[in-house]
């Protein structure tokens, strides 16, 4: 122990000593301790030096500091030296540095009250601690939560979470959010909304019990105990309160700066309301209840907004309107009782003046008589033997008993609000177990303390009492679970204390008798105290300066309380009249209830009370009533003694679980700290005592392993062996000579307190020696460096300055012999500019002579020049005019020839016209007229062929010969200028010679002027060629800058438009994603939904069950069973009327509307027909005499209009059958090779095709030929009988009907008579069409070609006026137009042509089938009527080759259940992914689908769609927690949808396909909202999918990515506490980050084999990323032992490793490695170092992903592992924090887990040929043939 001593304080040694004002100061050593000092030198953080001296009776030395690394911890026994300072230094860290308001101390929560509002109670953190270890996060209220949750459910046993700590430090909202917790974690087992109802109570519960104190604004002024309960599946399903002593006397005094309860300030600040007004209330400062603490505004608190929040409460809770504005009446009563002024009568009475206006709402507001209550508000009645007296009151007297019947009323409407709660929160569910939540007041001591104080301090005596054993129980099972040698440890028992209080004749016994006493008084109730317990007892004190008080020492401090109005406050008196008053009231219902007895109280919710779970004794102070004269006599003491003894049996019977709330200062300002009232609150609420429990036994627990990886370093080579645990032992043998320091367990080593900081201070000074010689190593390798770095330096210098030299001296030698070349150059170049200024000069006289010559030649060719031209320009207007006058006359020749022939040709067209309509009428000649006409246009198109040849060949001819001319022409004319220039040119050089010898003169004169003049201009010139060139340079200048301006801007608005389009495209993805994320949330809303119908509907199923296995049917099912044709089938399966629930069900709902709004147009049309049916009748019957004429006329017509269409028929058929035979000739004389050779399989099929078309004509035509005979011998007869009768007489046709032998005759006449007229006039309608459709082609046709020649005729005209050049190239312009277009008009033809080719051959093949079907009806003995008459028709065979199919399944419509079956509901998607092709059950599905289709089958498609989609929605129900069997029915789903795509007929989904799948495609029906509902479907099994994986995924996460160490001894494992945390080593079973890549492997791996899109893969792996990259990053957050520079090193190489996967598995590109961005960035940011402005620069712009609360919480968290590392300061926290000031995003702390990025399935054709795929038998499909 010396040793250890001495080795400890040392010099720098860091010690706490005591300090009046913090309690505890730092200090350092300035030399070493020796044994026997007497005083220690030390140097305090300031730098002031001082001597401590020690006590020289115990020689204790200071407390030691704990060193910097254990400093901040979570737990604060896992510090080394477990003592008052440490754990106040400790807290204040963890509150002023980390903004950490949570800790723990063992088994204890201890919360420290902020004052400001914190970002970590969302639903975010609380499912971030659900299903977490409670020593694996940061310390919160909801890990305490999760324990007790945790442990009620492992367990079997009832918890509890006791919540103490004095008024102001928060325990109010720590129940709250741990109440919060349970409601969100657990849910509700019923549709109640039973947690909601729970978390209501909190509002109302908060405005009629808490108020606001000096301490606090927000202040309980009662204890509450909330029991809530679950059932066997752990949800809520109700809750109960229990309350404890509230404060009435707060109703009637507040002190300054204090407030009522809030519920009387909420009715005030909304007394203007409409429904308030018959209150009578005004503002708070005009009552005097509401007004004495000078206080009635709460800054930031909103009193009306409250009132709305608490009457939801009500609401929300069943108290209905009309009761609460019942409860608003009594409030606003006692507010107006407390105004009510009692004047003096005399010294012993008093009275009330009449019509007091507040006594009078008083009175209309309760329902009671003005009279009674002022009278018995002045007076109290006095009862004896024999005789009742009336006895006047004073006037305080009075007030006193007012504010008593104030306090009574107010207590009874909390009890009847408490009640009330309860029974809106009782369920009639099976309570199985509960969790409860003690809210009650700390221990309390005041300048003056009372009843109120010393109750409350009793009531802690008994928490303490409690706290203490069950800490003192969890020590013991720790050691004896170690099997380590239990020593009794002394802790303070405080049951002498509770004698004192609640013993047989204790203080509250005395009281009790005391107030029975008829004299009884405080005085005397004093002197029996101090009688009874001042000698007996050493916890009971007298006060020496009182007689009227007393003191208790009570485990947390000594508390004098004074005995004035102890007994009145214990009695709690109240005038009986006045109650009795009151429950006279009739018009108040609820006042009457108050103040009855409980069984009779009726619900405001309209429920009996306790109409099921379990019923508890209340014990409510006032609820226990008897008669009126006994209902005051139980005293307060003995109600709360009771209660409180009922709450300890409680609390024994379940696990405890303690939240200490503290107080950090008492101005209520945000993150202050005050050491001494910290102090105090620790030391009362016992979190110093379980400090030294746990300090007097073994604090420090390590695990083997840990303390290996922690104490490697002082461990040498030999002294590790195999077994960790031998290891252990042999080192720590070494290090620690004193065995009792330590005691080795089953699993842990357990060490004394400072054992720890000792192993520290060795394992830091032997890495301090490392670090020392690795520095030694490095200084010697740098000075060394250094050396060589210099030497080599000196020796370049040298070199250099060598060759410097050198190059010198050959620099002067080049510069003489360059002095003297440019000597002879200079002396050349001077001479030479002489010479040069002559020639010059000699040179520039001829220049100007020359060109004065020049000039003159140039002038007289210029004037005869020009003179040509303008005899040109006059020649050349003669003949153009000539020409003009002469084309004209040939235009208006050419018009007036035209129009002649046009008149004519319109003549001829009328009359054809005319004969066309008379055809028409007639129904003969037209196609000869037709043909006729085509002759015509033919020859007109030839004759205009002609014309235009003719006219190109004149154009021709005319070009040549005016080409010709032309050339001629300008031949003379060339000559004849040549003469005239020659004759002119004589002249002018005789005139010319003559100028030159006057000039000559002239000139020489002139010649020294210019001479002169030319010398001054070059001097100018040379000037201003240099000013130029200088202006140049500067304008080159300034065009450069103006250009890199012009192109600095340009980039600018280029990258501002970029960066425009880029975030406005980003905006758009977003809002898509978004609208994506939304309607897929909404799909899994309503799959969350169905499902949770499923269940119900399962459970009604069950318990309507009468026998064993018997179902009751669905009352619907008859209904289902004729609407939907599948569900009656699919009651014929094993789960009965059931699964047709689910199809019906199941249908789409968009389907669903288009079929009932179909059915709803088939009806109108329907009732249409009808209606007209019924018209027509009336119309037949009205003009069936009028038309009997017309009918006979008519009739001769039909017979010969029908003769004539037998006629045609049987023509047509002639030459269908020639051409039949001619084609059949022409192919079996065609001997060539190929697929139309005769013999071959395509031609064999199309000559069978065409004979069984020709065959099923043949019967056609007899059927019609009979039909008709038969429909004119029915007419014929018909009309014999009209010949008889008189048409006009409708009695006598009725007679002539009547004769008929038999009904069906008249019948089957009447309706072969309307068929008849019916098809009739159907003919005659289509003919008619027929013909006036062709007529109008034949109109436009024409109109066409007169249109073409108008056309043609202004072109030619054009053209003539036109040059030849011109015109030829308008001609050829012209006809190159006209071509393009009869092309385009060709191609489109072409197009029409092919897609009318491929239509007809769909349609072939149907009848193909059709026929060979009728054929082989045929065959079974159908004969048609055409069979009877002639020859039978032979059924049509159609041979095909063994594998030609189409790609088509047939199946029977019974079989459907079966293929549903096989296919969906017992496959097994392991050997079907192994085995087959990926997507087979998809495209089995798919071609049974296209038989459907094939078959024109609507019911058949809708029932297999729909049942498919059922299967796959129950299968993924029964086995959604199988990742093979949702991944399998992703991908066939996924394939599925792209089958009906790819086949649907939509050119988008064609592109790809050959043209054999182009054939598959479906031909019937448009499946597009199928599509949709089963792209709903995927969606719906991606999300299951994910949940899925995330299920696996999730235990791995946390292990593997942070605490495992992939790179072993790089992080060192930290003392941990009580609070067990998941080890960091690698246990047995322990996930690795190895486990996660294997995972996903083997998820990838299952995706591939099932054929999922490579697309969707990329999404999966990216939303798999995302989840791992969130719930690391949310631990990260939530866990301060996490947040280390090593830490961040593991992290960064676990993120490279899952990019290395990407990578492996190409899918970098899938946005995965961009969902891991945030947690590399708070990885990074654990790494960067964190001092100066700089570095906060950097982090700013490095943490891009990350939030500034996050940014924020790493840098609070972040803890150094050794002592080389160091913490963040604050100043640099808050630098960080004003630098990111002015970002916008999300105040949220954690990422959101749950979010799931919207899906899209991309279009992925398939290239599987349908007809190529083969069903194999283990499928057990053999009932499906391949068409």
């Not at 003969?924 to 020859?939: A, F, S, T, V, W």
């Not at 809002?1071 to 009604?1100: A, F, G, P, V």
């Not at 909202?1569 to 696996?1592: F, G, H, P, T, W």
């Amino acid at each position: 122990m010396n040793r250890e001593l001495e080795y400890m304080f040392v010099q720098c040694a860091r010690v706490w000593i005591p300090d009046a004002e913090d309690v505890w100061k730092s200090a350092e050593l300035i030399k070493d301790y020796k044994n026997g000092d007497a005083s220690l030198q030390l140097t305090l953080e300031d730098g002031t030096n001082i001597e401590h001296k020690l006590d020289p009776k115990t020689k204790n030395l200071p407390h030691l500091r704990n060193p910097d690394i254990l400093v901040g911890e979570n737990d604060l026994t896992a510090l080394s030296y477990l003592h008052e300072p440490a754990v106040l230094h400790n807290l204040k860290v963890r509150f002023i540095d980390s903004k950490l308001i949570y800790t723990y101390c063992g088994i204890v929560l201890v919360a420290i009250n902020p004052y400001e509002t914190l970002p970590i109670y969302g639903t975010d953190i609380i499912n971030a601690y659900s299903g977490q270890n409670m020593g694996d996060m940061d310390p919160h209220i909801f890990a305490v939560a999760e324990e007790a949750y945790k442990q009620m459910a492992r367990d079997e046993r009832n918890q509890s979470i006791i919540v103490s700590g004095e008024s102001g430090a928060g325990k109010t909202v720590s129940a709250k959010y741990a109440m919060r917790y349970f409601a969100t974690v657990s849910g509700s087992a019923s549709e109640a909304n039973v947690e909601e109802k729970v978390l209501a109570s909190n509002p109302i519960m908060e405005a009629i019990g808490n108020a606001k104190t000096t301490r606090n604004d927000n202040s309980s002024r009662f204890g509450k105990y909330i029991e809530i309960g679950f059932d066997n599946r752990y949800r809520i399903i109700g809750a109960n309160m229990r309350t404890y002593l509230l404060e009435k006397s707060r109703v009637v005094f507040q002190a300054d700066e204090e407030r009522n309860y809030h519920i009387f300030y909420q009715l005030c600040a909304s007394a203007k309301l409409p429904e308030f007004k018959n209150l009578r209330l005004s503002t708070a400062n005009d009552f005097l209840y509401t007004r004495q603490g000078r206080s009635p505004v709460i800054d930031g608190v909103d009193d009306s907004k409250e009132l709305c929040t608490t009457r939801h409460a009500f609401t929300l809770l069943g108290i209905n309107e009309s009761y609460q504005m019942g409860l608003f009446q009594v409030l606003a009563a006692i507010l107006h009782l407390g105004n009510v002024e009692i004047k003096e009568k005399d010294s012993d009475s008093s009275l009330i003046a009449p019509n007091n206006r507040h006594l009078t709402a008083f009175c209309e507001l309760v329902g009671v008589t003005y009279k009674d209550m002022s009278q018995w508000l002045c007076h109290r009645k006095l009862k004896t033997a024999t005789e009742t007296y009336i006895k006047p009151l004073s006037r305080l007297q009075a007030t006193n008993a007012r504010d008593a019947l104030s306090k009574h009323i107010y207590a009874k409407l909390f009890s009847w609000i408490v009640e009330h709660v309860n029974k809106a929160l009782v369920t009639s569910i099976k309570q199985h177990s509960f969790i409860g939540v003690l809210d009650i007041y700390g221990f309390e001591t005041f300048e003056i303390n009372s009843f109120e104080q010393f109750c409350i301090n009793y009531a802690n005596e008994k928490l303490q009492q409690q706290f203490n054993m069950h800490v003192f129980k969890l020590e013991q099972e720790e050691y004896m679970k170690e099997q380590i040698p239990w020593t009794l440890i002394d802790f303070y028992d405080n049951q002498p204390c509770i004698n004192l209080i609640e013993a047989k004749m204790g203080i509250l016994d005395l009281l009790d008798e005391e107030c029975k006493m008829p004299k009884g008084s405080d005085d005397s109730w004093a002197q029996k105290l101090y009688n009874t317990h001042l000698k007996t007892c050493c916890l009971f004190e007298k006060p020496r300066m009182s007689n009227r008080a007393f003191i208790i020492q009570h485990f947390a401090d000594k508390v004098e309380y004074q005995c004035d109005g102890f007994l009145e406050k214990n009695k709690d008196t109240v005038n009986e009249e006045q109650i009795n008053v009151l429950k006279a009231s009739k018009k108040f219902h609820l006042l009457m209830e108050l103040f009855q007895d409980e069984e009779k109280a009726t619900s405001p919710t309209g429920q009996a009370p306790g109409t099921g779970g379990r019923t508890r004794l209340s014990i409510k102070p006032d609820k226990s009533r008897e008669t009126s004269s006994k209902e005051h006599k139980k005293t307060v003491g003995c109600q709360f003694r009771n209660s409180l003894q009922m709450l300890m049996e409680t609390l024994n019977a379940t696990t405890p679980h303690y939240v200490r709330c503290i107080k950090p200062n008492d101005f209520k300002l945000a993150f202050s700290f005050d050491p001494k009232r910290a102090v105090q609150q620790l030391r009362a609420c016992g979190v110093l005592e379980t400090i030294r429990i746990s300090a007097a036994g073994f604090p420090s627990r390590w695990t083997y392993q840990e303390f290996f990886s922690r104490y490697r370093v002082l461990m040498k080579q030999k002294d590790v062996l195999p077994d960790k645990k031998l290891t252990c032992k042999h080192v720590l043998e070494r290090l620690v000579e004193d065995q009792d320091k330590y005691q080795f367990g089953k699993t842990k080593i357990f060490f004394r307190a400072g054992q720890v900081a000792y192993l520290e201070k060795l394992r830091a000074d032997k890495l301090r020696a490392a670090c020392i010689r690795i520095q030694k190593t490095i200084r010697c390798w740098l000075a060394r460096k250094k050396y060589l770095r210099k030497r080599s330096a000196a020796i370049t210098i040298q070199r250099f300055t060598r060759g410097y030299q050198a190059r010198c001296l050959a620099k002067f030698m080049r510069l003489t012999q360059a002095a003297t070349v440019i000597q002879k150059y200079q002396r050349m170049y001077v001479e030479k500019k002489r010479y040069r200024k002559k020639q010059a000069a000699a040179l520039a006289m001829q220049t100007i002579l020359r060109a004065y010559m020049a000039r003159q030649k140039y002038q007289a060719l210029l004037r005869e020049h020009k003179a040509v031209i303008i005899q040109k320009r006059i020649r050349g207007w003669l003949a153009r005019c000539w020409y003009k006058r002469c084309l004209e006359a040939i235009v208006y020749l050419q018009c007036c020839i035209r129009r002649m022939r046009a008149k004519r040709e319109l003549k001829k067209l009328k009359i054809e016209a005319r004969s066309v309509e008379h055809f028409k009428k007639l129904n003969k000649g037209m196609e000869n007229k037709i043909m006729q006409l085509q002759r015509k246009i033919d020859e007109q198109n030839k004759d205009n062929r002609l014309i235009s040849e003719k006219l190109v060949g004149l154009e021709s001819s005319y070009a040549v010969e005016g080409e010709r001319m032309r050339s001629e022409l300008s031949q003379l004319r060339g000559v004849e200028e040549d003469a005239r220039n020659k004759a002119i040119q004589v002249s002018s050089l005789l005139e010319e010679l003559e100028k030159l010898r006057k000039e000559l003169s002239v000139t020489q004169q002139e010649k020294k002027t210019l001479e002169e003049w030319a010398q001054t201009y070059r001097s100018e010139m040379e000037k201003m060629v240099s000013e130029l060139k200088d202006q140049n340079g500067s304008l080159k200048k300034e065009k450069d800058d103006l250009n890199r301006l012009i192109q600095e801007q340009s980039q600018q608005m280029t990258e501002k438009m970029t960066r425009a389009i880029a975030e406005e495209t980003h905006q758009l993805e977003t809002d898509l994603n978004e609208e994506r994320s939304r309607y897929q949330n909404l799909l899994s809303e309503h799959l969350r939904l169905e499902e949770k119908y499923d269940d119900l509907k399962e459970e009604m199923a069950r318990s309507s069950n009468i026998k064993p296995g018997h179902r009751r049917t669905d009352s619907t099912h008859s209904s289902n069973e004729s609407e939907y044709t599948y569900n009656s089938e699919y009651t014929e399966m094993e789960e009965g009327s059931r699964a047709g629930d689910d199809v019906t069900r199941g249908m789409d709902t968009s389907l669903t509307l288009k079929l009932q709004k179909r059915v709803t147009e088939l009806e109108q049309e329907k009732q249409s027909l009808r209606d007209e049916l019924e018209n027509k009748e009336d119309q037949f019957q009205r003009a069936r005499a009028r038309d009997d004429a017309e009918f006979r006329k008519a009739r001769g017509a039909e017979l010969e209009y029908e003769s004539l269409k037998r006629q045609e028929l049987e023509s047509e058929n002639k030459k269908l059958r020639h051409d039949l035979a001619e084609m059949r000739r022409s192919l079996l004389g065609n001997t060539a090779a190929g697929a139309g050779a005769p013999g071959s399989p395509a031609y064999k099929v199309l000559l069978d095709q065409l004979n069984a078309s020709c065959e099923e004509l043949e019967v056609r035509k007899e059927e019609v030929l009979i039909l008709r005979s038969q429909l004119v011998s029915q007419k014929e007869a018909m009309h014999h009988k009209d010949e008889k009768e008189t048409m006009t007489e409708p009695s006598v046709f009725a007679e002539d009907v009547n004769k008929l032998k038999d009904a069906d005759e008249l019948k089957q006449a009447y309706v072969g008579l309307k068929d008849t007229n019916r098809l009739l006039e159907h003919q005659l309608q289509t003919q008619r069409r027929t013909y006036e459709n062709e007529t109008e082609s034949l109109r436009g046709e024409l109109q066409n070609v007169k249109e073409e020649n108008n056309r043609q005729q202004q072109l030619l005209a054009q053209n003539l006026q036109l040059p030849p050049e011109a015109r030829i190239e308008a001609s050829l312009q012209h006809e190159i137009t006209r071509l393009t277009n009869e092309n385009l008009d060709l191609m489109e033809q072409l197009e029409k042509q092919d897609r009318t080719i491929r239509k007809l051959k769909k349609q072939l093949k149907v009848y193909s089938k059709r026929i060979g079907e009728m054929g082989a009806g045929q065959t079974e003995g159908q004969t048609s009527p055409g069979q009877m008459v002639e020859e039978p028709i032979h059924p049509v065979n159609i041979p095909r080759r063994e594998k030609d199919f189409q790609g088509m399944l047939e199946y029977k419509r019974e079989d459907e259940m079966k293929l549903v079956k096989n296919l969906i509901l017992e496959l097994k998607p392991r050997g079907v992914a192994v085995n087959l092709i990926p997507g087979l059950p998809a495209y089995i599905l798919f071609m049974c689908l296209r038989h459907a289709d094939y078959l024109n089958d609507d019911q058949k498609v809708r029932t297999l769609l729909t049942s498919t989609i059922n299967s796959i929605k129950k299968i993924l129900k029964k086995r959604g927690d199988d990742f093979e069997t949702v991944s399998f029915w992703l991908a066939n789903t996924c394939r599925f949808l792209h089958c009906l795509k790819q086949y649907s007929g939509d050119e988008a989904f064609m592109k790809h396909n050959t043209q054999r799948q182009n054939e598959h495609c479906l031909s019937n029906f448009d499946l597009a909202e199928y599509r949709q509902v089963i792209s709903d479907l995927a969606i719906q099994i991606y999300q299951q999918l994910i949940k899925c994986m995330e299920n696996i995924l999730q235990p791995m996460i946390v292990s593997g990515m942070l605490e495992h160490e992939t790179i072993q001894g790089v992080s060192g494992v930290k003392p941990t506490g009580l609070r067990k945390r998941t080890s960091s080593i690698a246990d047995e079973g322990t996930y690795t980050l190895d486990s996660i890549l294997r995972q996903l492997n083997a998820f990838h791996s299952i995706m591939c084999q099932h054929g999922t899109d490579p697309e969707l893969i990329k999404q999966v792996v990216k939303q798999l990323f995302y989840i791992i990259g969130a719930v690391t990053l949310n631990n990260l957050l939530l866990r301060k032992d996490m947040c280390s520079w090593s830490k961040g090193m593991q992290i960064r190489y676990n993120v490279s490793q899952l990019e290395e996967w990407l990578r492996d598995k190409g899918l970098m590109t899938c946005g995965a490695k961009e969902t891991l961005e945030p947690l590399i960035q708070a990885a990074q940011l654990l790494q960067v170092k964190k001092k100066t402005d700089e570095d906060a620069e950097a982090i700013c712009s490095m943490c891009q992903a990350l939030t500034t609360a996050q940014i924020v919480k790493v840098l609070n968290l972040y803890t150094p592992v050794n002592e080389f590392e160091e913490r963040v300061s604050v100043a640099f926290i808050r630098t960080i924090q004003t630098r990111l000031r002015d970002r916008c995003e999300s105040p949220q702390l954690l990422m959101d887990t749950k979010m799931i990025y919207p899906v899209t399935f991309p279009f992925s054709p398939s290239c599987v040929a349908l007809e190529t795929i083969q069903i194999p038998g283990s499928l057990n499909l053999a009932f499906l043939t391949r068409v």
